[in-house]
């Protein structure tokens, strides 16, 4: 059974019962044909009214489910003959990012993102997905490789933060996180940047820097959680769901905002749900982004690029007369 959220529990019972009375059809000789597809009838009814009216904190929920796929599972779903690359050349290999080469098929591109484990041992060996300087400084080595290469750049991108832990800290993460902002900013190769998951603060702005940005219909993408936002203003993390409502993290708000450039639809009901459905639409999003910034020409990208970032956050005055 998929792991239900609260607000999810009513149409989970129900599914159990549709699957409940598949399998004493399967063995009763009577037929519950239409009570069946009655059942399912109102199943997706009531799928329909939940999942299209998610609070902004639901959303951000939905992003953190245990089963969403996770950026190694959109390797092997989307690309072919991937190889892996380790190390930062300075300190260590920090699992909590992966990146390495691949085929989108048959073009040769360079592929990284956070990785969250499955389990308690996976998680632990890769950090909670919570990348240190060095899973920075090993992107960073990654992209400027492809630009050597010229090699398109895909991040895919589910963290929630970069770690905030002491050794962190005292290995520059807040300055190899300006540095990748820095550097992707005038690298000399397309980049597409896609928020699958959660997009949390520096841990995601640091290579999130493309030339067209695109987020999956359940991700939230903020320069910081909910519950940290909640924690500063009003040093209570409990009104997480009251900050998550100010930050417009949602894909909406964001593509209204100029932010991201298109929302990927998700199945009814969130991306786990159907791994090689999201995988698929995934597929043919990047497919087209591809196309569309494989044909700016090289010298006009870094200029298109930082264009498109000094243009967040244009606002315009207005004079409102004294009534």
């Known amino acids: 059974m998929i792991q239900a959220f609260e607000w999810e529990k009513p149409l ?13 059809v399967d063995t009763a000789d009577m037929d519950f044909s ?21 609070t902004p904190y639901q959303r951000v929920i939905m992003a953190r489910h245990p089963k969403r796929p996770t950026t190694l599972d959109y390797i092997d779903m989307l690309f072919d003959e991937f190889v892996e690359f380790h190390g930062d050349r300075a300190f260590r290999d920090d699992q909590a990012i992966v990146g390495g080469v691949a085929l989108f098929e048959g073009q040769p591109v360079t592929v990284l993102g956070p990785q969250k484990g499955r389990d308690t041992k996976e998680n632990i060996a890769r950090n909670f997905g919570l990348p240190h300087p060095e899973g920075y400084r090993k992107a960073l080595r990654l992209m400027k490789q492809a630009e050597k290469f010229k090699r398109p750049i895909i991040t895919l991108i589910d963290v929630v933060g970069a ?13 190899v996180i300006a540095e990748c902002i820095e550097q992707m900013s005038f690298l ?16 995601a702005l640091a290579i ?8 999956l219909e359940q991700a939230w993408y903020s320069v910081i959680s909910p519950e940290m936002c909640a924690n500063i203003l009003w040093k209570d993390s409990s009104r997480a769901a009251e900050a998550a ?18 929302v990927i639809t998700e199945p009814l009901g969130g991306a786990h749900r159907d791994h090689a459905h999201t995988g698929r639409q995934l597929k043919a999003f990047i497919r087209r982004y591809l196309a569309l910034i494989n044909k700016i020409p090289r010298d006009r990208l870094v200029e298109e690029r930082l264009a498109r970032f000094r243009r967040i956050g244009d606002f315009t005055e207005k004079q409102i007369e004294d009534l």
């Not at 989970?12 to 004493?24: G, P, T």
């Not at 009655?38 to 299209?52: C, G, H, Q, S």
């Not at 000399?188 to 841990?203: D, F, K, R, V």
């Open 12 to 24: 989970v019972e129900l599914e159990e019962r549709i699957r409940e009375l598949k399998q004493y």
């Open 34 to 54: 239409e009570e069946i597809r009655t059942l399912e009838r109102k199943a997706f009814k009531l799928r329909k009214e939940i999942y299209e009216s998610l």
């Open 163 to 175: 770690y905030p832990g002491i050794e962190a800290e005292e290995r520059g993460q807040g300055l």
């Open 188 to 203: 000399e190769t397309p980049i597409l940047a896609i928020i699958t998951g959660e997009g949390g603060s520096g841990g």
């Open 208 to 215: 999130g820097v493309g030339d067209r940005i695109l987020m």
């Open 245 to 262: 409502d100010l930050l417009r993290l949602t894909p909406t708000d964001l593509l209204k905002f100029g932010i991201i450039d298109d």
